[in-house]
Nanobody, 123 residues
Framework: QVQLVESGGGSVQAGGSLRLSCAAS?????????LTWFRQAPGKEREGVAA??????YYADSVRGRFTISQDSAKNTLYLQMNSLKPEDTAMYYC?????????????????WGQGTQVTVSS
């Protein structure tokens, strides 16, 4: 059974930093998986903010240059380093994974999801 567990969310002031983690069990992060961080703010659609996969490294325009996606294969953990946080980054953040069949950036194909971690940025 695949389980993804996020942690690291919290409340910070604008300009601050947070690092989110997503620990996996039942699946081994490897070149056979696409991994993406999504977020959803109240009243807004879910958006993919950062993705990594075979030959893929993607950032949404709204976070490019501020967020960095990475993974530690030994720990089987995905990270999202978030710097220069803005109030508009406030959202529930989710990690998700899927096999490499189908495009990594086809966000409708993600099968495995974590429960989410809340990020709140105050001005």
């Amino acid at each position: 059974q695949v389980q993804l567990v996020e942690s690291g969310g919290g409340s910070v002031q604008a300009g601050g930093s947070l690092r989110l983690s997503c620990a996996a069990s039942g699946v081994r992060y490897s070149s056979s998986y696409c991994l993406t961080w999504f977020r959803q703010a109240p009243g807004k659609e879910r958006e993919g903010v950062a993705a990594a996969g075979p030959g893929v490294k993607y950032y949404a325009d709204s976070v490019r240059g501020r967020f960095t996606i990475s993974q530690d294969s030994a720990k089987n953990t995905l990270y999202l380093q978030m710097n220069s946080l803005k109030p508009e980054d406030t959202a529930m953040y989710y990690c998700a994974a899927k096999g490499v069949s189908g495009a990594c950036l086809d966000f409708s194909l993600y099968r495995y999801w974590g429960q989410g971690t809340q990020v709140t940025v105050s001005s």
